[in-house]
């Protein structure tokens, strides 16, 4: 059972480059998430999709834009890199947004981006 | 300005003993609470959680408890082991914001054998 699979793992990038950090999930789940760690501040929440068919801004949605494929994938997209991008990036799923009792989130192992 | 803080950016402990991890909000609208353990090269796993509706919620060794009126809360791990060596995170969501976590920033923790 993969759970949350997200590619590539690593990737570094020249200020001004785009790329597609990718993200699918295989528990069926209806929600899903992107997160990036930076040292000190925990994980934040860039971007979330509650179901398939929407998504919404989280907490650093700024120089970001993602895109729910279908129930099973969601990627998320720089469109012009900064070194302020640089991070260890999180896809997760959760079964149902509003469900928090039995909701918590599934994670990826990471993707780990280098802007130049 | 960071919602949900770990104060102690690393913790040591000896094999067998206790190990307290604490964390603290400011926002009075958090009423679900989760602790997050991260291997590295790994994604956080789900480990324990809380509502605000209870003050302890236990776990086989992992205990956590909640202090609403001063807005604490700690993970309590009895006894250590070498495994538990991880970083842990502490995270935090409103009613009526599903499932949108606050996290706090970390705290590592080494269990010497």
């Known amino acids: 059972n993969a759970g949350v699979t997200q590619t590539p793992k690593f990737q570094v990038l020249k200020t001004g480059q785009s790329m597609t950090l990718q993200c699918a999930q295989d528990?069926?789940?209806?929600?899903m998430y992107w997160y990036r760690q930076d040292p000190g501040m925990g994980l934040r929440l860039i971007y979330y999709s509650a179901s398939e068919g929407t998504t919404d801004k989280g907490e650093v949605p700024n120089g970001y834009n993602v895109s729910r494929l279908n129930k099973r994938e969601f990627s998320l997209r720089l469109e012009s890199a900064a070194p302020s991008q640089t991070s260890v990036y999180f896809c997760a799923s959760s079964p149902w947004w509003a469900d928090r009792a039995t909701g918590e989130l599934f994670f990826g192992e990471g993707s780990r981006l280098t802007v130049l | 300005d960071q919602q949900v803080k770990q104060n102690s950016p690393s913790l040591s402990v000896q094999e067998g003993r206790i190990s307290i991890l604490n964390c603290d909000y400011t926002?009075?609208?958090?009423?679900?609470f989760l602790w997050y353990k991260k291997y590295p090269a790994e994604g956080p796993t789900f480990l324990i959680s809380i509502s605000s509706i209870k003050d302890k919620n236990e776990d086989g060794r992992f205990t956590v408890f909640l202090n609403k009126s001063a807005k604490h809360l700690s993970l309590h791990i009895v006894p250590s082991q070498p495994g538990d060596s991880a970083v842990y995170f502490c995270?935090?969501?409103?009613?009526?914001?599903?499932?949108?976590?606050?996290f706090g920033g970390g705290t590592r923790l080494m269990v010497k054998p």
């Open positions: 528990m069926n789940h209806n929600s």
């Open positions: 995270a935090a969501s409103e009613n009526n914001a599903g499932n949108m976590l606050t």
């Open positions: 926002n009075s609208m958090f009423d679900y």
